[in-house]
């Protein structure tokens, strides 16, 4: 073993992150390799929601306090990256009055902020709330960007020397004398592939210890490990409309059951969700009814919502865990805590670690939980100081600053860019070449894109991740191919990658728009395909009449590519 133990850690999402933001800040070294982009799984494909606990306040008082205290850390590490909303719970005729007072109660008793309003007070704080809402219950919800907080993370692990791969698989879990001392791991290469760190072949990395934070995926690299990680994987549905009807989370308050909240997110609101097991965390329907459900359902609480412009829904897959003896029949009965699992114990394999359950707004505590557990494995005396030491963004933040007049900005659009960077404005802004909007639905400036290429390299759909460009009303039809001009640039990729690059966005971004495609969605849609695959002939070169097929979009095969005109260059 080296003087500084090695850790390898599996998973990009916000607890393999978290993880090795919190070692690599405690002295070890750290290698994080993850098998898409950052944020690819489970975080990715969330809500939004920073939990108060409110929702857990009946069912699971222990996940209920858990949320509270994270929640309260986060609002003061990850400000750049929280949005304070603030949440209710809203009563219906049809709902339970014994319900509502056992969610009073139980929040009383998980030190939950919560107050009970009336439904005039309700609709004055929400006007599009139903007429027939009797009242709330005001508790201290949050809606929190996922992918700039878990970019802070990595960001901050790299600070501390950590080394972070994206689009590197784990294909093998190394066990050598009953103990595992690593993994081999295949890094993406060719045309297409846009790799943050090693590009191209297999690479063995040796380590002293690996910690298996792959979330839904968890189980497989326990098979791998040969150890048995029994994974519940649960299936959700989550639909964005093309605005904000609301400015504060609204719960249903009733217990558990699908269709039940409304988060406000960035210019958008994200509707939730459903729960279904799954056997495949990537191979699952994804169901237009599920949507119809979301839609039909929330509008009780909102009306309007029957008549929203939808403009893309996805899936998300719930790592759920439930030790082996309790076998639930029912997902929403499994508890939402997290488990550690020590093989060294549990199945008398040293060297490996796994982290399975939770949720995203206790991803830091579960960090610190795993942390705790290699430093006492490797008789490391460090204290953890994620929850004291803000994130990249969040050093002396203030969202009100205004930078219309320092970096010549109008002033909606230095709002939103200061909202994203945080404290990192002054260096990403402070530029004296010309710096234009380039995604207008989102205010997303040159500087920020160049910045993000800076980060992510020629991936487009991590540059999106990082600034939400093209994740507006429009989805990228105007957007998509000056995201890939600033990719290209004077100093910039050559021509076919900044056009793969191109290509890899526009296919991820209709692949979410499928089950929203009616109204004025449609004729977006219509829109987005005649700028691009038209006018800017991404899906047919004249010269050997090589043309797309939309409906290999929906199995996201490599038969939907294009090389847009450029086979051969």
């Not at 950052?38 to 699971?60: F, K």
């Not at 590490?77 to 809203?90: D, K, P, Q």
């Not at 297409?192 to 979330?215: L, P, Q, S, Y």
């Not at 093309?242 to 699908?258: A, E, I, L």
Request: with cysteine; net charge negative.
């Amino acid at each position: 073993m080296a003087s500084v133990p090695h850790i390898a850690v599996v998973g990009g999402g916000s607890t393999g992150t978290g993880i090795a933001r919190d070692l690599a800040m405690r002295g070890f070294d750290v290698t994080l390799v993850e098998q898409g982009n950052l944020t690819h799984g489970t975080t990715g494909r969330m809500h939004g929601l920073l939990h108060s606990g409110g929702r857990y306040a009946v069912a699971d008082q222990a996940s209920a306090r858990e949320c509270i205290a994270e929640n309260r850390v986060l609002r003061d590490i990850a400000s750049h990256c929280v949005e304070e909303t603030g949440g209710l719970f809203v009563k219906r005729p049809e709902d339970s009055e014994e319900y509502f007072q056992e969610k009073l109660r139980g929040c009383e008793a998980c030190d939950i902020p919560a107050e009970v309003i009336s439904g005039q007070q309700a609709r004055e704080m929400e006007p599009h709330l139903a007429k027939d809402v009797e009242k709330a219950i005001v508790v201290p919800d949050g809606a929190v960007d996922p992918f700039r907080l878990v970019v802070a993370n990595a960001a901050s692990a790299q600070e501390h020397g950590a080394r972070i791969e994206t689009h590197s698989t784990v294909t093998d879990v190394l066990v050598e004398g009953g103990e595992v001392v690593g993994l081999e791991v295949e890094h993406d290469s060719g045309p297409g592939k846009h790799v943050h760190g090693t590009e191209g072949g297999t690479e063995e990395i040796r380590a002293d210890h690996v910690v298996n934070a792959a979330g839904a995926w968890a189980g497989r690299i326990g098979d791998m490990a040969g150890v048995d990680v029994a994974v519940r994987p649960s299936k959700g549905v989550m639909t964005v409309t093309n605005v904000r009807q609301v400015d504060t989370v609204v719960n249903r308050c009733r217990p558990k059951g699908d269709a039940d909240i409304v988060v406000p997110h960035e210019t958008t609101a994200i509707l939730g969700t459903t729960d279904v097991e799954v056997d495949d965390p990537e191979d699952y329907p994804e169901e237009q009814w599920e949507v119809d459900e979301l839609v039909d359902t929330l509008a009780e609480l909102v009306p309007m919502l029957s008549e929203a412009r939808t403009i893309r829904s996805f899936w998300g897959v719930r790592p759920l865990y439930e030790p082996p003896d309790v076998a639930s029949d029912d997902p929403t009965d499994i508890t939402r805590d997290f488990f550690l699992l020590d093989h060294a114990d549990r199945d008398d394999l040293p060297g490996m670690t796994t982290v399975v359950g939770g949720k995203f707004t206790t991803y830091r505590m579960m960090a610190e939980s795993v942390a705790d557990h290699v430093c006492e494995r490797f008789g490391v005396d460090a204290e953890c100081r994620t929850a004291d030491v803000p994130l990249p963004g969040s050093e002396e933040f203030s969202v009100l600053r205004d930078y219309m007049d320092e970096f010549g900005l109008r002033s909606p659009i230095g709002r939103r860019s200061v909202e994203r960077l945080g404290s990192r404005a002054d260096d990403v802004l402070a530029t004296d070449e010309p710096n234009p909007v380039v995604c207008e639905c989102e205010g997303v400036t040159r500087a920020e894109l160049q910045d993000a290429i800076g980060q992510s390299g020629s991936d487009l759909n991590a540059v999106r991740i990082r600034t939400r460009a093209s994740m507006g009303n429009c989805q990228g039809g105007f957007c998509a191919h000056r995201m890939a001009s600033e990719l290209h640039g004077d100093d910039g990729y050559d021509e076919a990658t900044a056009r793969r690059a191109w290509d890899d966005l526009l296919q991820e971004r209709w692949k979410g728009q499928r089950h929203a495609l009616w109204g004025e969605q449609l004729s977006q849609a219509m829109l987005n395909y005649t700028l691009h695959a038209t006018t800017q002939n991404r899906d047919n070169d004249p010269a050997d009449g090589d043309s797309v097929d939309f409906t290999a979009f929906d199995s996201g095969t490599e038969a939907a590519r294009t090389d847009g005109g450029n086979r051969g260059d």
